[in-house]
Nanobody
Framework: QVQLQESGGGSVQSGGSLRLSCAAS????????MGWFRRAPGTAREGVAV???????SYADSVKGRFTISRDNVRNTLYLQMNSPKPEDTAMYYC????????????????????WGQGTQVTAPH
């Protein structure tokens, strides 16, 4: 099992940036496919980005070129660097871990992620 705790959320100004962190505890963090998901009020949860055990990444089209996911397997921490946020980026952001294989990790299917953090709120400029 793995326990996840997000941090780093808040309000970000126009043209600014924000970095979310997700601290993992438990065992075998490096063996998980890790991802960031988000949910805005009144909408369904959506995938933002995932990173596989070997560092391979995949992004939602809406964030490509603006967000960067990374992982530190020594510090057991997942990151999401958010640059040039848009109003539609306002949401609760969740960190998640999955045991799915490589071919499925990049598909970013939230139902395949069995471990979730509590979330951290991000408010982008309007």
């Amino acid at each position: 099992q793995v326990q996840l705790q997000e941090s780093g959320g808040g309000s970000v100004q126009s043209g600014g940036s924000l970095r979310l962190s997700c601290a993992a505890s438990g065992d075998r963090y490096s063996s998980y496919c890790m991802g960031w998901f988000r949910r805005a009020p009144g909408t369904a949860r959506e995938g933002v980005a995932v990173i596989d055990r070997d560092g391979t990444t995949s992004y939602a089209d809406s964030v490509k070129g603006r967000f960067t996911i990374s992982r530190d397997n020594v510090r057991n921490t997942l990151y999401l660097q958010m640059n040039s946020p848009k109003p539609e980026d306002t949401a609760m952001y969740y960190c998640a871990a999955s045991n799915v294989g490589t071919s499925n990790c990049r598909r970013m299917v939230s139902g395949w992620f069995g471990y979730w953090g509590q979330g951290t709120q991000v408010t982008a400029p309007h």
